[in-house]
């Protein structure tokens, strides 16, 4: 069965800091890789996807992702915070299991991301 | 994409009871999922809703504990029965496309406090 890494649970940076949070899962077949985020009292929306192509996904708000095969990463990166991206993102992964023929949905236990004024 | 309705969005129950989730989606789906996402934990999957047959639960999860009923294809509910504090939980419904590789849509999720 695949699992998600996040190594991070709480990211506290200031407006303007970069950012990039850490995701690894682990599968060997081929994987679809998403980033999911949760504003404050809001449901979990996409933030972006990787299917196929190029590995350097850009996203809404300005965020970004890179896949890397060989590290079995999908970290997710924005130059410089801003207030408003305060809320808790989720790695995840979606892998199709060739023996029940279906994918299944894998996520990390999540990052809380704190920017202050 | 999807338009999902959970309610309700918060309950305060106490240990014994049963409370029953509601998702109702603005377009017809063939699957609906419910997660559970406990205190500092992943989401976790804990069965498969399809209109006219039997949920499909994921290890760990069984029937008479979550009774799943998906009456037609926009709707769905999610008993958590005979609660206990361990039941605490944020509880979530998710619909996607698992023919293809798309993306999921999510309820805003129901948290349930069990004292």
């Known amino acids: 069965a695949q699992s998600v890494s996040q190594h991070n649970h709480h990211v506290i940076l200031s407006e303007a800091a970069s950012l990039e949070l850490g995701c690894n899962y682990s599968y060997g077949g081929t994987v679809n890789l998403f980033w999911y985020v949760q504003y404050p009292g809001q449901h979990l929306q996409l933030l972006l996807k990787y299917f196929s192509g190029d590995p350097l996904v850009k996203g809404i708000k300005g965020f970004e992702a890179e896949f890397i095969k060989s590290k079995f990463s999908f970290n997710l990166r924005k130059p410089s915070v801003q207030w408003s991206d305060t809320a808790e993102y989720f790695c995840a992964v979606n892998a199709q299991h060739s023996g029940a023929g279906s994918y299944q949905l894998t996520f990390g236990k999540g990052t809380k991301l704190s920017v202050i004024p | 994409s999807a338009v999902i309705s959970q309610k309700p969005s918060r309950d305060i129950c106490q240990r014994g009871t049963s409370l029953t989730i509601q998702c109702q989606v603005d377009s017809q789906v063939t699957m609906m999922f419910w997660y559970r996402q406990q205190p500092g934990q992943s989401l976790t999957l804990i069965a498969t809703?399809?209109?006219?047959?039997?949920?499909?639960?994921e290890s760990g999860f069984v029937i008479d504990k979550f009774p799943i009923s998906r009456p037609n294809l926009t709707f769905s509910t999610l008993t958590v029965s005979n609660m206990s504090p361990e039941d605490s939980s944020i509880y979530l419904c998710?619909?996607?496309?698992?023919?293809?590789?798309?993306?999921?849509?999510f309820g805003q999720g129901t948290r349930l406090t069990v004292v």
């Open positions: 998710s619909v996607e496309d698992r023919g293809g590789a798309t993306e999921a849509f």
């Open positions: 809703a399809n209109q006219g047959s039997e949920a499909t639960y």
